[in-house]
C-alpha cells in the first residue's frame, strides 16, 4: 500500500514557476514508477510526466518538455515536478500518481496507476 500526498500548488504569474512534490509512504518506494497528471476545469485528466523506480528514465508530454522536470528522491520518498515558464494553460489539478514496477513510459501510454494522491490545485493568472 503507498499512500501520496502532493504539495507546492498555488497561485503564481505567468511565466514563472513552482516546484511540486508527492511525497509517498511505503518502504519500496524505489520499486515504483511515478507520474504527475493534471486535470483543467471541465476536461478530462491527462498525463503530463512520469519518471521510472531508480529515476533514470522519463517521459513527459510533449507540451511541458523543456519546461517541466520531473525527480525523485527516493531517500525522502519524494518525486518531483519542476514547472518553469507557466501559462494560463497549465492550471488545473496536480495529481501523482504510481505503479508498482512499471516503466516510465507505461505510465504515459496508459495513463493508468495503482494509486493516486489526492491533488494540489495550481492556478496561473494571464
Known amino acids: 500500500q503507498v499512500q501520496l500526498v502532493e504539495s507546492g500548488g498555488g497561485l503564481v504569474q505567468a511565466g514563472g514557476s513552482l516546484r511540486l512534490s508527492c511525497a509517498a509512504s511505503?518502504?519500496?518506494?524505489?520499486?515504483?514508477?511515478v507520474a504527475w497528471f493534471r486535470q483543467a476545469p471541465g476536461m478530462e485528466r491527462e498525463f503530463i510526466a512520469s519518471i521510472n523506480g531508480n529515476g533514470v528514465s522519463t517521459y513527459y508530454l510533449d507540451s511541458v518538455k523543456g519546461r517541466f522536470t520531473i525527480s525523485r528522491d527516493n531517500a525522502k520518498n519524494t518525486v518531483y515536478l519542476q514547472m518553469h515558464s507557466l501559462s494560463p494553460v497549465d492550471t488545473g489539478v496536480y495529481y501523482c500518481?504510481?505503479?508498482?514496477?512499471?516503466?516510465?513510459?507505461?505510465?504515459?501510454?496508459?495513463?493508468?496507476?495503482?494509486?493516486w494522491g489526492q491533488g494540489t490545485q495550481v492556478t496561473v493568472s494571464s
Open positions: 500518481a504510481a505503479t508498482f514496477l512499471a516503466t516510465a513510459q507505461d505510465m504515459g501510454v496508459t495513463s493508468e496507476a495503482d494509486y
Open positions: 511505503g518502504r519500496t518506494f524505489s520499486s515504483y514508477s
